[in-house]
């Protein structure tokens, strides 16, 4: 399971690093954070050095599933996910609202699948906002940012990412 688990609107978190996190549980999301499907909210944190590992694991550092949950002025780095269909090494947002957070050096280390993303994994009604995602490794599609449907990006800088068996148009 995550290191730490929200799974309440009122539930929050701030100024802490939150580390060295395994997930191994299949379908479960966040190696560091998981921000559940009833909300939370993580601020001021620095989330580092997480994984997941095996099939189906979405967020290395950071799951967020609820409209309920946030995260803001957080620091994500050098999470991975090393499994087949783990997308999202970095944060994985199903719904809810990542904003002015830095997001890099995570990494998605395997180079087949359609799956992957080395910083984040955005999808549903998922926002990020007003962020800076850079430096993240995907070694097959997105080394940045994945979006999915009617998810947003809002203001926020996307650079020096790398996904080198990228072959989507």
Not at 55 to 71: L, N, P, T
Not at 74 to 100: D, H, K, M, R, W
Request: aromatic fraction near 8%; proline fraction near 2%.
């Amino acid at each position: 399971h995550a290191v730490y688990t929200l799974n309440d609107a009122h539930a929050s978190i701030t100024g802490i690093t939150i580390y060295d996190g395994l997930m191994e549980a299949p379908g479960q999301i966040g190696g560091g954070v998981c921000i559940g499907g009833k909300g939370g909210v993580v601020e001021d944190c620095v989330i580092t050095n997480n994984i997941s590992t095996g099939y189906e694991y979405f967020g290395g550092g950071v799951g967020i599933s609820s409209s309920a949950g946030r995260m803001s002025r957080c620091v994500i780095a050098y999470n991975q996910n090393t499994g087949f269909y783990s997308p999202g090494s970095g944060v994985a947002i199903s719904a809810g609202i990542l904003e002015n957070c830095l997001v890099y050096s995570n990494r998605w280390t395997h180079t087949s699948g359609d799956r992957g993303c080395g910083g984040v994994r955005l999808s549903g009604s998922g926002v990020v906002r007003n962020c800076t995602i850079y430096g993240n490794y995907c070694g097959t599609l997105a080394g940045g940012i994945r979006q999915y449907g009617s998810a947003m990006v809002i203001n926020t800088a996307i650079f020096d990412n790398l996904a080198p068996n990228d072959t989507s148009s």
